[in-house]
């Protein structure tokens, strides 16, 4: 056995021996130090355990002291009714501490034994119970969350066991201290019985067997058995309240000390009204300045120290932090986080930074978040967050959209000018800056306030400097939203329906489809401006053709024939809609030309003059169509609609193409022209 186990063993063995065996007067005088020592040890102990578990052998150690301060008790029972003489500690506390008066120690006494066994240890005793109760009543869901957490692989198996073993520990920990609270109950009871025991057997004693007169065995053996009573109940106080602190305590990252400081005096202002309240007492009742005064002052000092030792903190942090920083550059093992891109910025120039500045009427802020609103009731799509910065290599009045740190749309707006655009009134000589638009590619005029009124009259469309960004940002960001559905996206996308058709999802991911397939389906929709906001029909579309075929474009088609009322709705006014049609030829042309793998990939395959005439015919019909002021929408047969696209984009992307089987059947179509080869 190790010394320390044979230690343990030795003391113990001691403690039964002290009820026993007399002891000299002189090594009870060291035992008692001893106790006193020990109690302030296991006082401290418990106030710097930063949860109950860092001193789980309390309830043992509060079991050992109890019994061995009973041991004491015993000895020096003996030793004061054999010998009269309890030994110079216990006669310093009984002439020293209660000034030789015993009436005067009785009562301390008793006041110590209320306070611990009244106050502290009952206290001490309902806490450890509750706490028992909830923890044992805890275990089970406890549990459960541990087992969760491993089968979702949160926690490995081996913290799983560790954490399982963390709670057994705590059940049998407040299990032992609603036990072991019953022992300093009956310590305190004891002490009542053994300090009345030894007044009345010692007055006894004292005139049978030691001759003493009645007033000369009264003063001697009271003020003897309140000095042993006091001796024994200061440990006792001090074990009680390492008690009650042990199960009052909750868990903490410091220790009772910090958390005291760190939680009470958190808020040095409320310091300066206690301060004030107490020199008020001492200005309006007769308590005196003289002894409010030194108190205020006092906490008003505290305070003011504890505000100058937290701003240097702060200071220190941001110090702190700024080196990290700089380190964190500096040092080659740090280069990576430099690679992280934000997936849309906004830099503007700084003469926009007051667009940006609410302070200043700023407003780019609430446009850019009603954007995202617009995006997500439009088209099903979660727009990031578009980071706003200021460059100074722009120039004043330029703003650059990045996408991912490419520039992908840039403009020039001035903050004190309108944006005067002609919707077909008679060019009456208005003077200003001759721009394009931006988000249309319009002729426009920047015309300060003005000649604004001016351009009112004479038909003009007026725009203000911040709808001109927030417009063309709009148009920017619908013509690369399929490039903003990444696969993290459609994740949230699938796990947000998830939540309200669990079924259809499990059914199709990922037995079905990956993530990836259906963010390329999502991807071709967007891509034509197809809202993917009613994801359960898409995906119980895609539920449905899935077992047949994983081609996306493929799929893609099936899924926009399913939303024949939204595409419906989307192009046609008032019950009609003015579509180009592709003729015979052009058909033809396009359906032979469609080629297939051995895998089973359909394809364009077209002879380049071929294919440059039907670009041509297209051109001529989109800018035939624009020039009459209306939008050109091309209607085709469902088997070459995705390849008649293909055309169409290399002409102008935004122009829609659309298959007899995605338009409701009660619309009415009316032609505005054929396309044929």
Same mark, same amino acid.
Do not use: C
């Given at each position: ?93 009984? &002439?020293?501490?209660?000034? !030789?008066?015993?009436?005067? @120690?009785? $009562?301390?006494?008793? #006041?110590? *034994?209320?306070?611990? =066994? +009244? ?61 072991? &609270?019953?022992?300093?109950? !009956?310590?305190?009871?004891? @002490?009542? $019985?053994?300090?009345? #025991?030894? *007044?009345?057997?010692? =007055? +006894? ?473």
């Amino acid at each position: 056995m190790k010394i320390k186990d044979i230690s343990v063993l030795l003391l113990v063995i001691l403690i039964v021996a002290m009820m026993i065996i007399p002891m000299p007067t002189l090594l009870l005088d060291f035992l008692l130090i001893f106790n006193i020592s020990l109690s302030l040890l296991i006082l401290l102990v418990a106030m710097n355990a930063k949860e109950p578990l860092e001193f789980s052998i309390f309830p043992t150690a509060l079991l050992l002291t109890t019994l061995f301060r009973l041991a004491l008790n015993v000895s020096t029972t003996r030793s004061i009714l054999s010998k009269a003489d309890g030994g110079h500690v216990i006669e310093t506390f009984g &002439s020293f501490v209660i000034g !030789g008066n015993p009436v005067i @120690g009785f $009562v301390v006494f008793l #006041i110590l *034994v209320v306070i611990q =066994f +009244i106050v502290i240890t009952k206290g001490s005793e309902r806490v450890a119970e509750v706490a028992a109760r909830f923890t044992l009543d805890a275990m089970p869901g406890k549990q459960m969350s541990i087992d969760a957490d491993m089968n979702a692989g949160l926690i490995s198996e081996q913290e799983a066991r560790i954490r399982r073993r963390k709670i057994e520990q705590e059940s049998d920990f407040y299990g032992a201290m609603d036990g072991a &609270s019953k022992f300093v109950k !009956g310590d305190a009871i004891a @002490g009542i $019985v053994i300090l009345i #025991i030894n *007044v009345i057997g010692g =007055f +006894i004693i004292g005139m049978v067997i030691h001759g003493m007169g009645f007033a000369e065995a009264a003063s001697t053996f009271t003020l003897l058995s309140v000095g042993d009573g006091l001796v024994s109940q200061v440990p006792a106080l001090l074990i009680s309240t390492a008690t009650g602190i042990t199960v009052t305590r909750a868990a903490s990252d410091g220790n009772l000390g910090s958390d005291i400081m760190n939680q009470i005096f958190n808020y040095p202002k409320l310091l300066y009204i206690v301060a004030g309240t107490i020199l008020i007492f001492g200005l309006l009742t007769p308590i005196g300045l003289v002894l409010t005064v030194p108190v205020a002052g006092a906490l008003a000092f505290g305070a003011y120290s504890m505000q100058q030792s937290r701003k240097k903190e702060e200071l220190h942090q941001e110090q702190e932090e700024l080196e990290k920083v700089e380190e964190g550059i500096s040092s080659p093992e740090k280069v990576v986080g430099l690679l992280q891109l934000d997936t849309l910025e906004l830099e503007i120039g700084y003469g926009l930074i007051p667009l940006a500045d609410k302070s200043q009427g700023g407003d780019i802020l609430d446009r850019i978040v009603m954007i995202r609103r617009q995006f997500a009731l439009e088209l099903g799509l979660v727009i990031p967050t578009i980071r706003i910065r200021d460059n100074l290599q722009l120039q004043p009045n330029e703003y650059v959209l990045k996408f991912r740190g490419t520039k992908i749309a840039a403009g020039e707006i001035y903050l004190d000018h309108f944006l005067a655009m002609n919707q077909g009134a008679e060019d009456d000589g208005i003077e200003g800056i001759q721009v394009i638009e931006p988000a249309f590619g319009l002729p426009a005029i920047w015309v300060n306030t003005e000649v604004k009124q001016r351009a009112e009259l004479l038909g003009y469309m007026i725009v203000d400097p911040p709808s001109v960004i927030a417009t063309h940002l709009t148009e920017v960001l619908k013509r690369y939203a399929h490039e903003l559905l990444r696969r993290e996206e459609t994740k949230e996308l699938v796990d947000n329906l998830k939540e309200t058709h669990p079924n259809l999802v499990e059914e199709l991911v990922p037995s079905l489809l990956s993530i990836g397939d259906i963010q390329k389906v999502l991807q071709n929709l967007l891509r034509e401006q197809i809202s993917i906001r009613d994801l359960a029909s898409i995906f119980e579309t895609l539920a449905d053709f899935a077992v047949y075929t994983k081609e996306p474009r493929v799929l893609t088609e099936y899924v926009r024939q399913s939303l024949t009322r939204q595409i419906t709705e989307q192009y046609a006014e008032g019950g009609v809609i003015h579509v180009l049609t592709a003729g015979a030829t052009l058909e033809k042309g396009i359906s032979d030309a469609i080629q297939q793998t051995e895998t089973g990939v359909h394809y364009l395959s077209m002879d380049p003059q071929t294919s440059r005439r039907i670009t041509d015919e297209l051109r001529d019909q989109i800018e035939r169509v624009i020039q009459a002021g209306s939008q050109p929408i091309f209607l085709t047969s469902p088997s070459i609609r995705m390849y008649l696209k293909q055309f169409v984009d290399k002409v102008m992307p935004t122009v829609p193409v659309l298959a007899y089987t995605e338009l409701e059947p009660e619309i009415e179509i009316q032609n505005i022209g054929v396309v044929n080869i």
